[in-house]
């Protein structure tokens, strides 16, 4: 019962370098998210899905992409880092779109960006 | 905009002694959702307890229950008898019952439990 996986778990990455982080989940959810969490700040929601084929921004979304062509997948892509993307990176999601369901979280990725 | 605010960045609580976690919120939805999530050391971002705009009744899990009072917008969570892994931060979080589903977390307010 693997739930929400997220990889790489930590990454190093030079300026202008791009990247994708992965999220996987395996329990047919519809909602899926991104989220970043800064010191001080909590958790800021980058961008978001209700379903395979829509994706809509959050709070932060500058220097992000994302796609939605499964169910399952979510991927997070940084185009070009900068130094500000340095941040711990959670993929959550929820069983419908709805708001009642709990979000289950996947571990987190931690990125640097030089 | 939805906008949830945390006002302790930190707290003491000693051992077996109960804790409110403050947390008030904004927004012009008739219909929304409110959250706390645990956040140990370790990382990994825990559920607690949820509580709907139209529940009559304040929310309940265990040594946990959420003190809603819709009129002043407050969803404080109050842990009763602290434990050591209580030790955490803790996240408030909302959600409109919108075509938007978003949550929207508040900046936590980090608790210590004192032997």
């Known amino acids: 019962n693997a739930g929400v996986t997220q990889t790489p778990k930590f990454q190093v990455l030079k300026t202008g370098q791009s990247m994708t982080l992965q999220c996987a989940q395996d329990m047919n959810h519809e909602y899926m998210s991104w989220y970043r969490q800064d010191p001080g700040m909590g958790l800021r929601l980058i961008h978001y899905?209700?379903?395979?084929?829509?994706?809509d921004q959050g709070e932060v979304p500058n220097g992000y992409n994302v796609s939605r062509s499964t169910t399952e997948d979510f991927p997070l892509r940084l185009l070009s880092a900068a130094p500000s993307q340095t941040s711990v990176y959670f993929c959550a999601s929820r069983p419908d779109r709805g708001g009642t369901g709990e979000l289950f979280f996947g571990e987190g990725s931690r990125l640097t960006v030089l | 905009a939805q906008k949830i605010t945390q006002t302790q960045p930190g707290m003491f609580v000693q051992e077996k002694e109960a804790v409110t976690l403050d947390c008030t919120y904004d927004?012009?939805?008739?219909?929304?959702?409110l959250f706390w999530y645990k956040q140990p050391s370790s990382g990994e971002m825990i559920f607690l307890i949820y509580?709907?705009?139209?529940?009559?009744q304040n929310a309940t899990e265990g040594r946990y229950s959420l003190n809603f009072q819709k009129a002043r917008k407050s969803a404080n969570l109050v842990i009763s008898a602290s434990q050591l892994g209580d030790s955490a931060m803790y996240f408030c979080a909302m959600t409109p019952m919108d075509s938007s589903y978003k949550l929207i977390f508040g900046s936590g307010t980090r608790l210590l439990v004192r032997p």
């Open positions: 899905s209700v379903g395979a084929g829509i994706t």
């Open positions: 509580q709907g705009s139209y529940d009559q």
């Open positions: 927004t012009s939805d008739p219909s929304y959702g």
